[in-house]
């Protein structure tokens, strides 16, 4: 999932209600992606596992943009430019997420992706050199509290808080490449921006299977061809991926990013919703994090921060 930009403006009620749905039916799809990335973890290698994901992400949201404007389109798009954001920023990004996931579990990766906004806020004020303030550095400190308490780091073992910090990594990447594609890309729609970083989100992962292929790296396994990983990978790829990213982007057009960002903070509990009703058991304390780092990450955005 990746931050966009746009202008506030006053929108109407019906277009809130309408923007709100959408942003709610993008992050539910996204968040069903870490589930199915669960079970395809089971038989693939991580690296494996993320070229194919984004291949077939990539391949959706080019046959979505040739239905909507048409082959020709694709001459004028800036491929070289958005290509190296996608590669640079999307690409180790989606590939440091999964591997947190596969060190840790879903509930833990959805808490990073759930972080995303104060990493974008956090890049601000590095390079756009923002005010550090009180309500900002406040939620910062909720956010780690939260994810140490969901995840249980520092009471049940290294890697379940490794897992957290590495997809809080992973999130800052794609809080950079998504600056990057709205300063670099201007004159570029949502939809064409999305169409070239994820290019290079794919050329990534295929630079970095490829090179752990010649190596012989556990995580560059691609099992063969079966039945029961057909759905997950949909559900990964197709739904948790391109469709989702393409109902982000028409989200964000709706009510902007401002409040956009804001469903972000339910990821992690349509996560627990998701394994819960597939029989897998919760923890209290999962809950209890996920809701104070939902809290830091509202409290960093308040208009003060």
Not at 111 to 131: N, T
Not at 169 to 176: G, I, L, M, N
Request: overall charge positive.
């Amino acid at each position: 999932m990746r931050l966009a930009s746009s202008v506030s403006t006053p929108v109407s009620r019906a277009k809130l209600l309408r923007g709100n749905g959408i942003c709610v039916g993008s992050i539910f799809l996204f968040s069903l992606a870490f589930p199915a990335a669960d079970l395809l973890l089971q038989d693939w290698g991580v690296l494996g596992l993320i070229l194919i994901r984004n291949m077939l992400a990539f391949g959706l949201i080019l046959l979505f943009f040739i239905a909507l404007l048409g082959a020709q389109g694709l001459r004028d798009l800036p491929w070289a430019k958005g290509f190296w954001i996608g590669f640079t920023g999307f690409g180790i990004g989606s590939t440091l997420l999964i591997y947190a996931q596969a060190i840790s579990d879903p509930i833990t990766a959805a808490l990073a992706a759930a972080a995303m906004p104060i990493s974008a806020v956090s890049i601000e004020i590095i390079l756009d050199k923002r005010r550090l303030t009180l309500p900002f550095s406040m939620g910062l400190v909720l956010v780690l509290m939260g994810g140490g308490v969901a995840t249980g780091a520092g009471l049940t073992g290294f890697n379940l808080g490794w897992g957290l910090m590495v997809g809080l990594v992973s999130v800052s990447f794609f809080a950079w490449g998504s600056r990057a594609s709205v300063v670099n890309l201007p004159d570029t729609s949502p939809l064409a921006r999305t169409v070239v970083t994820t290019f290079g989100m794919w050329g990534f992962t295929l630079f970095l299977w490829g090179f752990g292929r010649i190596f012989g790296w556990a995580g560059a396994h691609i099992p063969p061809p079966s039945a029961e990983h057909l759905i997950p990978m949909c559900i990964y790829a197709l739904l948790g991926v391109g469709i989702s990213q393409l109902l982000w982007v028409k989200g964000v057009g709706e009510i902007g990013i401002a409040i956009a960002s804001f469903h972000l903070n339910a990821a992690p509990f349509y996560v627990m919703v998701v394994m819960v009703a597939f029989g897998q058991s919760l923890q209290i304390t999962q809950v209890i994090g996920a809701a104070i780092l939902a809290f830091g990450v509202i409290l960093s955005q308040t208009k003060k921060a």
